[in-house]
């Protein structure tokens, strides 16, 4: 078997799994990175202390080191071998992903200096969406100044809507190749994708992780003016206003929280802040299906993924309510369950799951393959 150590390195934690073919040997995941009084200082003092943590046991015969890399920009559709060149590149497009590629990339340098024999290979989150038509990729601007500066809708969570697609199709017993599925990642970062025949073809998150569904603490879609009118009328400067979309709106925003739990919580108790906030979130998600429904033309299935997606019965049910006419439903008795499964009614026209999602044994998977073919 050979042995894989992926890194996930979000903006505030890291995620690491050691697998040895598809069994997982070692995970954890260190938590409020750089947070005042949380955890380690840095990403880069994170991944040390995970590769003290595994050891040299742990660390003996290791394939590959596969690396979470947020945005691959317009260069990077496949997931490739880091060399200097790479990294220098992942580096460049930093002005396009702020928050994570500095992360991604503190991962790379520490596990490369310490891992000078094994092979580094960097899996994109936007490579997934290469497939995406030009019709859906491409922003109603100038055409000149979009080139210029690489403006264009780009994707993300695709380790994840791929994965999620790939095992909805086996769930179903169903070719991956012939089935369509809108697959909704709603994590404390949350997307909606639209994957018809295995293919990326729609996707909610843009140029940035940023548009799309209401997320944790992102606002999603919203009116570009409002950028305009907060600068002009609230006097805020764009790091303000950045800081404001990215980390203080979305649920912490409306409901003073990010996580769902407590929302569903406080809904329950009858906060009216709660309940917008739950209304808001489920309602977003609601109009995204029925816009991927009609590009898609068919819907064979619609399969609920990450934190609240697996867990949050109650968000299940309310985006969803409504389309019964498409053909759409969840069932009640299913909802409560667990593991991956079917939650719709029996004979339904549209299959509801839910699906575990494994971006690291995706990243895995990616990064074994880059390393065989280049050893």
Not at 53 to 58: H, I
Not at 329 to 357: M, Y
């Amino acid at each position: 078997m050979s042995r894989v150590l992926v890194l996930n390195c979000g903006s505030s934690s890291v995620k690491y799994r050691l697998y040895d073919g598809d069994e997982v040997l070692a995970k954890g995941t260190v938590e409020r990175v750089g947070e005042p009084g949380g955890g380690p200082a840095d990403h880069e003092t994170a991944v040390r202390e995970i590769l003290d943590r595994l050891g040299p046991d742990g660390l003996a015969g290791l394939t590959a080191v596969g690396h979470r890399v947020v945005h691959g920009g317009r260069r990077f559709t496949e997931p490739v071998l880091i060399d200097d060149a790479v990294f220098a590149a992942i580096e460049e497009l930093v002005p396009l992903a702020p928050l994570h590629n500095p992360a991604n990339l503190a991962g790379i340098r520490v596990a490369r200096e310490a891992l000078p024999g094994v092979p580094q290979v960097a899996v994109f989150d936007t490579a997934f969406h290469h497939t995406l038509p030009e019709a859906a990729a491409t922003y109603a601007i100038d055409r000149d100044t979009a080139r210029r500066h690489d403006i264009r809708r780009y994707g993300f969570h695709g380790t994840s809507h791929a994965y999620v697609s790939r095992r909805t199709a086996e769930l179903l017993g169903r070719p991956y190749d012939e089935l369509n599925t809108i697959t909704l990642h709603l994590g404390n970062g949350a997307s909606a994708c639209a994957v018809q025949g295995g293919r990326s073809v729609a996707t909610s998150m843009g140029m940035s992780p940023l548009e799309g569904l209401v997320m944790g603490t992102r606002s999603g879609d919203l009116d570009p003016t409002i950028v305009f009118h907060l600068r002009r009328e609230a006097g805020m400067g764009v790091d303000e206003i950045d800081d404001l979309l990215n980390h203080r709106s979305g649920l912490l925003g409306l409901a003073g929280v990010n996580d769902m739990r407590e929302v569903l919580a406080r809904r329950a108790a009858g906060e009216p802040a709660a309940a917008l906030a739950f209304d808001v979130y489920t309602r977003r998600i609601t109009g995204y299906v029925g816009a991927y429904y009609a590009l898609l033309g068919r819907v064979d299935a619609v399969t609920f993924t990450a934190g609240v997606g697996e867990h949050a019965a109650p968000v299940r049910a309310a985006a969803l309510a409504g389309l019964e006419r498409l053909g759409i439903a969840v069932d009640p008795a299913h909802n409560d369950g667990t593991g991956d499964r079917v939650i719709s009614p029996a004979g339904a026209e549209v299959a509801v799951c839910v699906v575990g999602t494994d971006e690291e044994r995706e990243i895995a998977r990616e990064a074994r393959a880059v390393a065989e073919a280049t050893g």
